[in-house]
């Protein structure tokens, strides 16, 4: 299992270290987009719209828009610096609380714990104080750049950290449209619906939901491959860079409009009338 981080997990003056795993994988079934008439995937390219050009990598700087079209520009060595500072610090956990305290809307992202060097026998010291006290503990810790909030819990015989929201990134629910206050409720209706909830009541076991969606996914690009009903995209890794998207876009434009040029037929010229018998009789007289 590979491993996303190292530290310490310390909790008083005991102090574990640990590796982090994931504990959870994302199995949505990825869909490239292919441009229909030639079946060749499509590219997505830094643009600057003012300089009308691809921008690369290392052209590109981070800001915060602290107003409409109003930044401030941050550069790596600064938020580096930040990021240090927090990530030399223990995972210090603060206060252990009840996991039946913690609303489930403030979980995140659960990852697995495992002991690091000599860190067994302290390791083994939290797992059974979590069990014994049926406690859990509530710590902040650097992920990926970002100072999270987290809680640290005992799952089968295994230490999970699970990253949780700060207050203030729930939205309010007095934020939600159409919500009725108390509604009146028909006494015979309520109790149908508690029989039915009654009736539907089961123990839970996650092995009986499946991702039907996924599973027909899947079935449908197996039947495909099976009937040979696939596409192959051309190599074009050999082939010469050349300017794409923004890059040549005015040398595109410039070169429609002269062709367009060309290729617009000359306006005809109005003939001009020439005069009748009757006419040339009239001047005549």
Same mark, same amino acid.
């Given at each position: 299992?590979?491993?996303?981080?190292?530290?310490?997990?310390?909790? /008083?003056?005991?102090?574990?270290?640990? =590796?982090?795993?994931?504990?959870?994988?994302?199995?949505?079934? =990825?869909?490239?987009?292919?441009?229909?008439?030639?079946?060749?995937?499509?590219?997505?390219?830094?643009?600057?719209?003012?300089?009308?050009?691809?921008?690369?990598?290392?052209?590109?700087?981070?800001?915060?828009?602290? #107003?409409? %079209?109003?930044?401030?520009?941050?550069?790596? $060595?600064?938020?580096?610096?930040?990021?240090?500072?927090?990530?030399?610090? #223990?995972?210090?956990?603060?206060?252990?609380?009840?996991?039946?305290?913690?609303?489930?809307?403030?979980?995140?992202?659960?990852?697995?714990?495992?002991?690091?060097?000599?860190?067994?026998? #302290?390791?083994?010291?939290?797992?059974?104080?979590?069990?014994?006290? /049926?406690?859990?503990?509530?710590?902040?810790?650097?992920?990926?750049?970002?100072?999270?909030?987290?809680?640290?819990?005992?799952?089968?015989?295994?230490?999970?950290?699970?990253?949780?929201?700060?207050?203030?990134?729930?939205?309010?629910?007095?934020?939600?449209?159409?919500?009725?206050?108390?509604?009146?409720?028909?006494?015979? $209706?309520?109790?149908?619906?508690?029989?039915?909830?009654?009736?539907?009541?089961? $123990?839970?076991?996650? $092995?009986?939901?499946?991702?039907?969606?996924?599973?027909?996914?899947?079935?449908?690009?197996?039947?495909?491959?099976?009937?040979?009903?696939?596409?192959?995209?051309?190599?074009?890794?050999?082939?010469?860079?050349?300017?794409?998207?923004?890059? %040549?876009?005015?040398?595109?434009?410039?070169?429609?409009?002269?062709?367009?040029?060309?290729?617009?037929?000359?306006?005809?010229?109005?003939?001009?009338?020439?005069?009748?018998?009757?006419?040339?009789?009239?001047?005549?007289?």
């Amino acid at each position: 299992m590979h491993t996303m981080w190292k530290g310490t997990i310390s909790f /008083g003056l005991v102090n574990i270290p640990v =590796k982090m795993h994931a504990a959870t994988e994302n199995k949505d079934v =990825k869909l490239r987009q292919l441009h229909k008439e030639c079946q060749s995937p499509v590219k997505y390219e830094k643009v600057c719209p003012v300089c009308d050009r691809k921008v690369e990598n290392e052209e590109i700087v981070k800001a915060y828009e602290y #107003a409409k %079209n109003k930044f401030v520009i941050l550069d790596d $060595e600064e938020l580096e610096a930040l990021q240090k500072e927090q990530a030399d610090k #223990a995972v210090e956990i603060v206060d252990f609380v009840k996991l039946e305290e913690i609303d489930p809307i403030y979980f995140e992202k659960s990852y697995y714990l495992s002991p690091n060097e000599g860190g067994g026998k #302290a390791y083994g010291l939290l797992r059974s104080a979590l069990k014994d006290t /049926g406690k859990i503990g509530v710590a902040k810790m650097i992920i990926r750049s970002k100072e999270q909030l987290a809680v640290i819990r005992v799952y089968e015989n295994t230490l999970i950290v699970e990253t949780i929201h700060y207050p203030d990134e729930v939205r309010s629910v007095q934020d939600v449209p159409n919500v009725p206050e108390e509604v009146a409720v028909a006494k015979k $209706e309520l109790d149908t619906a508690k029989m039915l909830i009654d009736q539907l009541t089961a $123990e839970f076991d996650p $092995e009986k939901y499946k991702d039907e969606y996924r599973t027909a996914l899947l079935d449908l690009i197996e039947d495909k491959k099976n009937n040979e009903q696939t596409t192959t995209v051309k190599d074009v890794s050999t082939r010469p860079a050349t300017a794409t998207g923004a890059d %040549n876009l005015m040398d595109a434009l410039q070169a429609s409009l002269e062709r367009a040029k060309k290729e617009k037929p000359k306006p005809k010229q109005p003939k001009r009338k020439t005069k009748t018998t009757t006419q040339k009789k009239k001047t005549a007289t």
